[in-house]
């Protein structure tokens, strides 16, 4: 199957997860995944969150960002890819000057 994230269309979802401003995504869902292309505005995020029954990795494209887990506070930066396994937390936040563009899947495990 082809999921072409470059030909949906970008939907606008506001303090997304109790987040700051609004998320910016194209997304792809079925019974047990989601395949996203997100963008964060500077100062925007999505807020602090448990994955209780799936888990997400998040590929950050461009931009600069930081994620917030159980661990603390990591840099996120292109080309860096963030887990966060079942059971745990985390929240992503664009804190550069130009748009946070990362892609992102759910998978229930």
Request: net charge negative; proline share 4%.
């Amino acid at each position: 199957m082809l999921i072409d994230l470059n030909t949906m269309e970008e939907k606008c979802i506001p303090n997304f997860k109790g987040g700051e401003i609004a998320y910016n995504v194209k997304m792809f869902t079925d019974d047990t995944n989601k395949i996203m292309k997100g963008r964060l505005v500077p100062g925007a995020s999505i807020g602090y969150h448990t994955h209780e029954e799936d888990e997400e990795v998040i590929f950050i494209i461009s931009g600069h960002g930081t994620v917030k887990n159980d661990d603390g506070e990591i840099p996120a930066n292109p080309g860096e890819a963030h887990l966060c396994s079942k059971g745990r937390a985390h929240s992503l936040i664009n804190t550069g000057d130009e748009d946070l563009v990362f892609y992102a899947v759910v998978a229930k495990v």
